[in-house]
């Protein structure tokens, strides 16, 4: 008997598409849509690293994240009116940037930083995992960009990135890609970030209010590996001739 | 000889596109597109006012306005990031705000104040004059939400309001919607918003290190007259069946 | 029949006097009375401009505008105390640096950016306008400063500059030189700024919940341009032997 | 051999002089001139006190304490515009609003707070011993408002206060009422804060970089005894009326 | 051959101490000690909940953590100075909150906030970890303190709660518990924070610039289980009689 | 008849430990209690001085003091959460570093700043001056590893440096180091700092909503030196053989 809303099974993704060029500033610009979330993932190129980081010949990628006030069921105050930005937007863009920086080849982008930016349009759950997914493509545009206007020689990416949420339901049945509805209930959370090869960048894995057996994690891992090999899939397809700069670097 | 980017007249709008029911959880929805200007205006209902309003039997109106950081050619340091809003943006958000509260009757909708949220998804000048044209058509469909659930008996609207720029060039010519290239340039900005009757509800026309004469303020207000009046008709076919509803007004 | 406060006339501004070297650090120092608002306006040179302008050879002018916690019938709570600046003074002092700037020839000043402080001791209406007013004659008294210790070689002023305030009362009246009064009750508030020649610099016209016609504004703008033709008047006594200096670039 | 500008004894204070009801909106208004040091002291009674005081009938006096930003040498960053307020004023706002709760009689004033504003228009040293002098007067005459509107029966006020500074210069003399020529070279500096009667309410002794010795101090106190005898006779003249009120009091 | 530092085995933890009643004001105090990293964890009781939580029945646990300045190798500017905390500091005290709470039944301690403070005096890695080993102490010695005024009857802790972390080294070894010099040049950072039943609460792993094998994440989590049942013996001694109340829990 | 807490006599101090070397990490560190009160002292040397020193070849010392959120009998908000430094906080750490320069030659330090941080762990009255003299012994220290290292020839320090509290009891009993107990009911509060020579490096006497005579001062005064003679004993213990190179300066 299947409970999950819109009949999705147990290990099945919502619908994914990747809209590339979505603005014309970005260097890479990227509307990510998962079920009803819907993200807009923009790549920035500065010509310049952080202080901290200068005169090392290599380069730097920053994240940021942050949801349009009306992208949730009820409106959120603005981080800008409260004057600060919210621990879980901070934790949200520290594993977006550290997730990227796990398959760039910072030493190949010279003493550039890239910003990118993740603004979530309409939200449904899953968010920062399709922040990831979403990021990594337009970070592989903005590279291509830069290779373009041969201010560098070849994609400084070491493989594919993606990332998926999995959890434990309150009848204890395991599930994959969380819509709000579901992950609103869930007893445990956890967000996997993969690289194409199918080693972990990250695993955020959270009992709220409850715990999770060794058994229970097992299987949430098969169901992110499960679907993350789709989501790579359709970032292959979203990337289009920048993909093939990307396949020589796995042969 | 026209000079204006895209061959444009002296007194030719950009193309306008209002996408109403933009993303599913405002009251009121809409993505507007002036040339390469993008706006998403999401009108919230939050059922009560701020303190200083409570016990009058009366709402509210409340603007707020952010670009994202790519939204410009260079991309700029978000608010949140920062920790507080700039003077533009406040002043942009107050601008909105008292211009929607011309056109509603506060009176007939009870004690409830109306988010609305500008957020420019992409920049090419004009985004405050785009970011009133379609929070006008947003909140019109909030209200409309509200009628359809019996919250409230009529549209609270008393005409339709939209703005656009106008200025100066260097050359001393006056010019209808300015985009980034052009307004980066004049000598003046004028920002007008109208109601539907061709009353003013603003005027704020500024020379930066210029100044510009009765003469030149008269055509700049005509300019403004003709180009709303295109706009006015693009918020009617936008507004469908609400339409009616502000027709029965005007009657 | 009369009905103002004070038994003013519609076109009549109130006692207005503008006392110079009000203190002794600053460059140019002003006590501007309008009627019973008072404001202390100062100009102080500092000997660099900000990063964004350095090694262009020209100057900058910067505003700060704020009240007295007392200076109205509420006390105010001190921006300082809440940490931030209002929208309100934002945009205040963003209106009179612009001012100022444009009759200012900021390449005759060298690399120095010019600060003006507008502290409000008392208000009744009409302390933006004010500000403007004081402020010009400020400056210039500075600049004299700067020409007697040989710094600059001549008066870098193209054209006077002074500002008031019109409006239209509740009975459709326009009328000069608002009070609070006044201000508090009107259906349209409209802040002009010009030079000595006539020639506008800034308008902001606004309706709070009303709008206004065509015909309206223009006799607004009549109203203001009487006005100023007087104000300009008391800046010339204020300015003393500076006064001959503006004079021969009106020449 | 006197060293003291302006010929100034040893133990003779700067020309004093109070201005009562300065400006028209609060309760007590004064403005205090100290040699130099100009310093606007506004007191407005609000109608509650703040949330930890009450239900207990009794009022609450609380100082605040800023400088126009020119009214030094040197023009200071507004502490508005730097979102903080800092350290030293803090301490000197700190130091008013101790100083005046030790002469009034907080439970004759009802559940009212009494804000003290101390502006400091131009500042030469001894701004924070004037805006105490200036504030006891402010004070008496806001509590003079009340007796008048019979919101209060008596003068909740058990003595005169008043504060100056005496310093050590680097040739080891003692002086009274440091002017800031002065103030900038002292070895010490003491604010001494006193009741007509000649309690002590506060003393405050620094070396910066020095020390000073038990002789000293009696020199110094013995100083600061004798100009503020003179300092009383000044606010006794400046209360006219109230005085009297005050006089009973000491019978 | 053996290369951890102070010959540590692979599978070994640093010497950890809990000392409790480590000072006299909170309900319950601990100073935790694992080899050089110190950390005072103090638990409040404030007889109320946050707003979002009253008339529910049940209470809250908050957790704060932060490092004195000099904890570590180089001084941290202050977070209080810096007027925010930052993303690390939000992370961790997210982590240590969210941890307490999957195994306190706050059902049973009506409405209270437990507040527990975190603050590392002397820094070494793994003060996040020893951070939630150490207030797990406090929190059932703060619930003691309860049960002893009689305020609450039974311990409302379901079970032991103690966390670790492990990580991959350069030379691609697993190891236990790393200090400092250690984590600083791991590949892989993991924290686990377990129950003493052997149940997740939270799986934290983390590849900067590296990623790592499903082979490599069960090693580790093999490691962390090691570590972890030493841990709850040190935390029972701890306990001394409470570790009684736990103890009847488990049977 | 005795009435203090713990049957302290009139001029008693409370029991002083002064340990050494408490943290790993700084260059001077300090464990101070005075009865209940319990600081970390840590002063930190770093190798440059702030921008409005450099070039002068001498060095400045910075005092920073807080307290743990539990450090009293009510647990208070951090001032990071709160995001700004209270006013009490400021003053004291103002007073800590004003004093500590008082007796160190900034000339013989170079270029370098010492941070001192004053961090109390458990507060039972008394912070700001045990901070002060456990500071004292901290810089001692810290300029002791200067000396070992090399990098600066000789102790820079002038004279001993230490602080206590006195006041007066409601039944006008003057005492030495009060108490948490007793601060809160005393009528006047102060605190002496004072160097080894009996020299004053500040006072700060305060009646809140009292006053003092004369001769209140003087009893006062002769406690304080009584008390600190005790309290240079205690340092000059603690300094162990740093203070021989105290000794060689008194000399």
Chains 1, 2, 3, 4, 5, 6 share one sequence.
Not at 6 to 18: G, H, P, S, Y
Not at 198 to 206: C, D, K, M, P
Request: proline share 3%.
């Amino acid at each position: 008997m299947n409970m999950r809303p819109n009949n999705r099974e147990i290990n099945q993704l919502r619908d994914i598409t990747i809209e590339t060029d979505y603005t014309k500033h970005p260097e890479g610009s990227v509307l990510i849509t998962v079920g009803d979330t819907k993200v807009i993932c923009n790549a920035s190129i500065e010509d310049r690293v952080p202080p901290f980081m200068r005169g090392q010949g290599k380069g730097w990628i920053t994240a940021e994240y942050a949801m349009l006030p009306r992208a949730t069921d009820q409106r959120n105050i603005r981080e800008s009116s409260k004057g600060k930005v919210s621990g879980r937007t901070m934790e949200i863009q520290r594993l977006i940037g550290r997730s990227l920086r796990a398959v760039v080849d910072l030493d190949k982008i010279g003493e550039r930083t890239v910003w990118v930016d993740c603004d979530v349009v309409q939200a449904d759950g899953g968010t920062r995992t399709a922040s990831i997914t979403g990021a990594f493509v337009a970070i592989v545009l903005a590279f291509g960009t830069l290779i373009e206007k041969k201010a560098i020689k070849e994609m400084p990416i070491r493989d594919y990135l993606a990332a998926t949420s999995v959890g434990v339901m309150p009848n204890d049945t395991e599930i994959l890609d969380l819509q709000y509805e579901e992950d609103s209930q869930a007893k445990v959370d956890m967000n996997i970030v993969m690289t194409g090869n199918g080693e972990f960048v990250e695993i955020q894995g959270t009992g709220e209010e409850a715990t999770f057996s060794v058994t229970q994690l097992q299987t949430m891992l098969g169901l992110a590996d499960h679907g993350l090999k789709e989501i790579f899939q359709k970032q292959k397809e979203a990337l289009g001739k920048w993909a093939g700069y990307l396949k020589e670097k796995e042969a």
